[in-house]
């Protein structure tokens, strides 16, 4: 069979698809569908960000990757490739929580992991007896796992970072996370359990791809402190540079951070989330203490680890003010880079259900409007008179940080691994000025 796999973009405030001579990184849900895909099929992989889909090239099926955020666009992308006569596939974290309504739009359904249920799925189409689902099988051990195929996408469309040879791939080395934070649906569609592959088959799949440069994709890299330490000592010989996500407790684990260092991590993502022990509370992030983020900051800093801070506005008792308090708390803390994301309650999450009960959302089927800009407007909580919304929140918090004074106090350094991240703070700061937006 002739296959496309896609992963759509995002409307703009302009109702059109976000596009972007560059992408971040490639999408590893397509590039691994592919390698889970029999050798005898065709495959083609369109990323929507950086490609233009041809609605009339010859296709049997074409496999569609989900987010909330993404809905919308994906749907209308599937619902004219069935006009055209191709079966279509649904996929991915949306459409496994909301499979009924991506079943509208959808020959079929590919509820949670695809390794078991993706290849049934293309062993019945080519039969012509495809079900609506396809149910993951919760499969325990990762080993084994094929290694994605980014032979099938054009790295000239993709990042390099500054003195780096190859495009930014992601991999996975575990799946899950046992934190159940109340706005996330990694639980839903991983387990609230965390499992790891083994850190042979990681470094295996990383010199295979000939990469040196690695996003490591996993919701917490270095959960398990004895695994950790596997990993990241077995990566030292492979000379790469990488980015990951770990949790705020890593500053108790100094012989970690020096580690990490050593295997050539250069940006740590951290969840942060807020200043404000209460909303940290409601969030189910209690383990988080905003007293303990300054001591992180400087230790990671001292280690030439760049950290890019996640913080989330909209709880109770944000205002403008919380926005600037805590973009000023960044820059006075050097870290390089941050995102402000918008309170959303995403389907399926104990958030979600909190608010639809509390009858706090304008519009429960948010992520059905045109744009993302419009969905985050209804699907955030109802406004408090005399406060901006949350997305001006994020505005206000994003101005702050990425000023141009703040990028000159922020990377008043010499250690080239701190300056690595000095272009994406001048790319942001450009972007934003230019298209007024802040989606990353």
């Known amino acids: 069979m002739k296959i496309t796999l896609i992963s759509p973009t995002m409307y703009g405030r302009d109702e ?56 919308e666009r994906a749907y209308r992308i599937a619902d004219i490739f069935r006009t055209r006569g191709a079966k279509v596939v649904l996929g991915g974290m949306h459409a496994t929580a909301e499979p009924e309504e991506a079943l509208e739009h959808a020959d079929a359904v590919v509820i949670g992991e695809a390794e078991d249920s993706w290849p049934e799925l293309l062993r019945d189409a080519e039969n012509g007896r495809m079900k609506r689902t396809y149910q993951a099988t919760g499969r325990e051990s990762l080993e084994g796992l094929p290694h994605p195929r980014f032979d ?23 799946r899950g996370c046992p934190r159940q934070c109340n706005f996330c649906c990694v639980g839903q569609f ?31 890299l270095l959960f398990d402190e004895e695994r950790a330490e596997e990993l990241l000592r077995a990566l030292i010989p492979l000379k790469i540079k990488f980015f990951c996500q770990a949790d705020t407790r890593i500053h108790r684990y100094p012989d970690l951070i020096k580690l990490l260092r050593e295997a050539g991590c250069f940006v740590t993502f951290i969840g ?54 805590t973009a000023q708390f960044l820059i006075d803390n050097k870290a390089s880079l941050a995102s402000f994301f918008v ?52 505005a206000i918090a994003t101005r702050q940080f990425y000023s141009w004074g703040s990028i000159a106090k922020r990377f008043a350094t010499l250690d080239p691994n701190k300056l690595m991240c000095l272009p994406l703070n001048i790319a942001t700061k450009r972007k934003m000025d230019k298209h007024n937006t802040f989606l990353f």
């Open 343 to 394: 309170l959303t309650p995403f389907p399926k999450t104990e958030l979600y259900d909190t608010m639809k009960a509390a009858d706090r959302m304008v519009d429960p089927k948010w992520w059905q409007r045109l744009t993302a800009f419009q969905a985050l407007d209804l699907g955030m909580a109802k406004l408090r008179d005399g406060e901006p919304n949350p997305r001006e929140l994020r």
């Open 152 to 174: 099938l996408v054009d790295p000239r469309k993709y990042v390099r970072m500054p003195f780096r040879k190859s495009m930014i791939i992601p991999v996975s080395t575990s």
């Open 16 to 71: 059109r698809p976000i596009k972007t001579k560059r992408a971040f990184i490639p999408n590893l849900a397509t590039a691994y569908l592919a390698a889970l895909a029999p050798k005898h099929h065709e495959i083609r992989i369109v990323d929507d960000t950086v490609d233009e889909i041809d609605y009339k090239a010859p296709v049997d099926l074409v496999g569609i990757t989900t987010m909330a955020i993404t809905a």
């Open 272 to 325: 942060m989330e807020s200043l404000n022990t209460e909303a940290l509370k409601s969030m189910h992030k209690g383990f988080n203490q905003p007293e303990e983020y300054r001591n992180l900051l400087k230790m990671l800093n001292d280690n030439g680890i760049n950290v890019y801070a996640s913080f989330v506005l909209g709880s109770d008792g944000d205002t403008a003010q919380t926005a600037r308090d």
């Open 190 to 220: 991983w387990g609230n359990t965390i499992r790891f592959r083994p850190a042979e088959e990681v470094v295996e799949e990383i010199r295979a791809s000939r990469a040196d440069t690695v996003l490591f994709a996993d919701d917490n």
